[in-house]
């Protein structure tokens, strides 16, 4: 039986349309999936929405909706987005869902029993005309960070979760797994901020609104929300309901893909709340960073607004997310800019490895009717040190994938297909095909240079999908075992391979103008 693997994203708020900021934290926990899956590992992931709460209350009035029928609007929406993405998640969790209240009702249930649970009172910063709570951090300039206006100090009674009982555990826990978050300065920030100073119990109810599960002692508070939100990855697979075989199966989470803001709540909270409930921890909660553009954050006041459909619809979903995985930082915000994006389709996508694609095809065809017999051993420096770079590009991509540094195992890909352009300048086939006696030689030119991107099509599956088949096709390979990761080190597989009579190139060169300025005007507002 292979071993599983079970990989979640966080739970997007329904509260408005998707920008390439969510894209990205699915997209990246999507190609992680895929490449597990190609390694032969029985994968689930799990993605969703995360639906109650005061903020999804007030889009949903703006827009004349009931609560239920903006979100049953939002999930809709973001199915289609996925499915326009090709997201391969096993399981769409609502909070909504009457599985997921339904345990939730029995997590709570069980942490009153434990004492986990008291009453108490919260206090914060409220604003009348929102409704709404802020802490002093949220603030901005002291007023009301949504509306402006003026907020009060406030009190209310309240539920809260006993943190300070689990700190010296939580502590102990991460002597013991201090590689539990990566990149390591995000659990350094947690530590600073929130565990070094002493545990906050955390408030987990509120009483001025009413969109959210009830609590089972008290209905007239409704949990609030996080507690809520972070069992998703849990009731998803059946915990606490009738059938609890996929969570017998595949919990522990072996990755949690969360961003860097609500670490906080998964490095801290989360693993409180497990251990409460008895139950095992995640393997690995990797917080990546964010999205940024040249103006700072991502805003449609600011009119700076990038959807991925924008980018999919103009240059095809591969090189969205060729972009998306390719320039984003494992540990720092990257800022996305038009000129960048135009920039890396013309050099790494249509220069590097659809020309690669397209000259290889011609001299197959021009030099050998387009066939590929088979391999003839590695003739000379070049060819050896083209099958050289392959396994040692190979070996380095699968290390950083395994360490969930994407955009460098990315770019060891395309250290192949350099090396792979490089050996053709060197190989010099027009030369070859030009001398009777270098005949063999020519022949293995031509092996190593589709073999060689047999494997990078292996290699960008999780990533490119649509653009690996495509390879595939005009090398003429259809054998699935030529197309699997097990035969990815093997240099000697080719037998018979004809290649189609005229190469279609995968990514045409972009008007770096026309196309920045493409992308400009449709940044909405
Ligand atoms: N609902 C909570 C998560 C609960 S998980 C139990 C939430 N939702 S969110 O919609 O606000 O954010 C979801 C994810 O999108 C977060 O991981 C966040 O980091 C990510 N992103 C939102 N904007 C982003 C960028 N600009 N760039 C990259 N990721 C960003 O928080």
Known sequence: MSKTFYITTPIYYPSGKFHIGTA??????????????????????????????????????????SNQEHVDNMAQEAKKLWKLMDIDYDYFIRTTDEKHCKA??????????????????????????????????QLIDGKCPDCGREVQKMKEEAYFFNMKKYESWLKDFYNKNPNFIVPESRKNEIFKNFIDPGLEDLCISRSTFDWGIPMPNDK??????????????????????????LFNKYWPADLQIVGKEIIRFHGIYWPIFLHALGLEQPKKIYAHSWIVMKDGKMSKSVGNVIYPETLISRYSLDATKY?????????????????DFVQRYNFDLCNDLSNLLNRTIAMVNKYLNGTIVEYIG????????????SSIQIKKFVE?????????ALKEIWVLISRTNKYIDETQPWILAKDESKKEELASTMYHLVESLRKIAILIYPFMKNTSENMFNQLGIEDESLKCWDSINDYTLLKNITVVKKGIPIFMRLDMDKEVQYIKDNMKC
């Open 220 to 245: 007239k508070h409704v949990l609030y929300v996080w507690l809520d939100a972070l069992t998703n990855y849990i009731t998803a697979l059946g915990y606490m309901s009738d059938d609890e075989t």
């Open 24 to 65: 990205y934290c699915e997209v990246l926990t999507d190609s992680i999936k895929k490449y597990k899956k190609l390694r032969g590992f029985d994968t689930f992931m799990l993605t969703g929405l995360d639906e109650h709460g005061q903020k999804i209350e007030t889009v949903a009035k703006k827009n004349g909706l």
């Open 104 to 137: 939730v009702e029995k997590i709570v249930t069980k942490f009153l029993e434990n004492g986990d649970i008291y009453k108490g009172v919260y206090e914060d910063w409220y604003c009348m005309p929102c409704e709404n709570y802020f802490t002093s951090t």
């Open 323 to 339: 972009y998306l995985l390719r320039f984003m930082n494992y540990s720092q915000d990257s800022i996305f800019t038009p000129e």
């Open 378 to 389: 590695s003739l000379n420096e070049f060819d050896k040190s083209l099958e050289e770079c």
């Open 400 to 408: 950083k994938m395994e360490n969930i540094e994407v955009s460098d």
